[in-house]
């Protein structure tokens, strides 16, 4: 069975390209190698048997005791065996032991972050600072997702 654990430097490529290979068919936002390198220490994967990253997950600390789910991946061939709500699951124990009081998900996949805990959200609850981040976005302005929350 795959198990979870925080990603190492040998993981940057496999999840630069899981991310990669999601972008085509899913609302995953596309991240550079270099974005993945800068921000290693935020992801978690998920790692099968023989040793092949299947899934990763990143907490992205956003602003005072806010952080956010970002680039939550299982590929294909491993869904529907709770790695993705394991890897989310990871995610908000590593929030909780740093403080923070909220987390946040942007998504099109509300049911999924029901089952995690998260609550969608009037946009207007997240800070400015989320919102001025879109603009960078290849999606922006015609996104369909919805912020969703879970205070801690
Ligand atoms: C979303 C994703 C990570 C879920 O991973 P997973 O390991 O298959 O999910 P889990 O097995 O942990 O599912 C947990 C629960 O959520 C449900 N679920 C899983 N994927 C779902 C989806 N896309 N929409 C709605 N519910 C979903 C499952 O049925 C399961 O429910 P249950 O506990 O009642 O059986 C995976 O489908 C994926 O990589 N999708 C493409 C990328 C994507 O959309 N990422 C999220 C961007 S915000």
Redesign the pocket.
């Known amino acids: 069975m795959p198990y979870i654990r925080k990603a190492m430097m040998k993981d940057a490529k496999d999840i630069h390209s899981i991310i990669k290979e ?1 972008t085509k068919d ?3 936002l596309p991240r550079s190698l270099s974005s993945v390198y800068s921000h290693l220490r935020d992801f978690f994967v998920a790692e099968a048997d023989d040793g092949k990253v299947v ?1 990763c997950c990143a907490l992205s600390i956003t602003w005072d005791c806010l952080a956010e789910v970002r680039s ?3 590929i294909p061939t ?9 890897m989310v699951e990871a995610c908000v124990a590593e929030a909780r032991e740093l403080g923070v009081c909220e987390v946040f ?1 942007l ?3 509300e ?2 972050f029901s ?1 995690q805990g998260f609550v969608a959200t009037d946009k207007n609850i997240l800070p400015q600072k989320v919102w001025a981040d879109c603009i960078n976005c290849p999606l922006f302005p015609d996104c369909d997702e919805i912020p969703m929350v879970m205070k801690l």
């Not at 491993?78 to 709500?85: A, C, D, K």
Request: glycine share 16%; hydrophobic share 40%.
């Open positions: 999601s899913a609302m995953v899934g939550l991946v299982v491993q869904r529907g065996t709770n790695l993705g709500g394991q998900v998504t099109n996949i049911d999924f089952k």
